[in-house]
T-cell receptor
Framework: DAKTTQPPSMDCAEGRAANLPCNHSTISGNEYVYWYRQIHSQGPQYIIHGLKNNETNEMASLIITEDRKSSTLILPHATLRDTAVYYCIVRVRTGANSKLTFGKGITLSVRP | DTGVSQNPRHKITKRGQNVTFRCDPISEHNRLYWYRQTLGQGPEFLTYFQNEAQLEKSRLLSDRFSAERPKGSFSTLEIQRTEQGDSAMYLC??????????????FGEGSWLTVV
């Protein structure tokens, strides 16, 4: 799987949008971008994934650049409960090697 | 639909003892994964099953570790002769994989192991 690069940490104010960047410059055409988050002492929680189109669900929006070399996860109205480590992962969905490979992620701190 | 269930959630054991963790995946999920996570690190892949077949094992899975999924439903991860370095959170995850198309992987809440 292609590697991803994320800043180690960022913060945002409660109620504001949190924009979490991710670089994946070596992504292959059949690799999807997945985002998970992990709140302290809990298991990773799936947020959203996409291939090349922008995606939105009840939790977040995922913006993928046209060349697919980077993406941004947007939490539109961050709350204190969104404080967590966010992992950006690229993954093939077919075949045996479709497991998730985690990096260190980005720690998002939402301040009151 | 219930999520991935792991038991026990916390285990404290003495060095040299054996421990076993159980994972019940989401119903009808045919893939099951085990990961390990130490403090400050992201989860690390250990092994995964497609139904009852163990298809891949990481080099992290030493010969003291054994995972089984005998009927293609629940899975167990056993650690023999535990060492302090085995202290970690052990995560189980599952997904539905049909005709080679992988689906979203969902994680349980993890089982914390402390070896004293």
């Amino acid at each position: 799987d292609a590697k991803t690069t994320q800043p180690p940490s960022m913060d945002c104010a409660e109620g504001r949008a949190a924009n979490l960047p991710c670089n994946h410059s070596t992504i292959s055409g059949n690799e999807y971008v997945y985002w998970y988050r992990q709140i302290h002492s809990q298991g990773p929680q799936y947020i959203i994934h996409g291939l090349k189109n922008n995606e939105t669900n009840e939790m977040a929006s995922l913006i993928i650049t046209e060349d697919r070399k980077s993406s941004t996860l947007i939490l539109p109205h961050a709350t204190l409960r969104d404080t967590a480590v966010y992992y950006c992962i690229v993954r093939v969905r077919t075949g045996a090697n479709s497991k998730l490979t985690f990096g260190k992620g980005i720690t998002l701190s939402v301040r009151p | 639909d219930t999520g991935v269930s792991q038991n026990p959630r916390h285990k404290i054991t003495k060095r040299g003892q054996n421990v076993t963790f159980r994972c019940d995946p989401i119903s009808e999920h045919n893939r099951l994964y085990w990961y390990r996570q130490t403090l400050g690190q992201g989860p690390e892949f250990l092994t995964y099953f497609q139904n009852e077949a163990q298809l891949e094992k990481s080099r992290l899975l030493s010969d003291r570790f054994s995972a089984e999924r005998p009927k293609g439903s629940f899975s167990t991860l056993e650690i023999q002769r535990t060492e302090q370095g085995d202290s970690a959170m052990y995560l189980c995850a599952s997904s539905f994989n049909f005709d080679g198309s992988g689906n979203t992987i969902y994680f349980g809440e993890g089982s914390w192991l402390t070896v004293v």
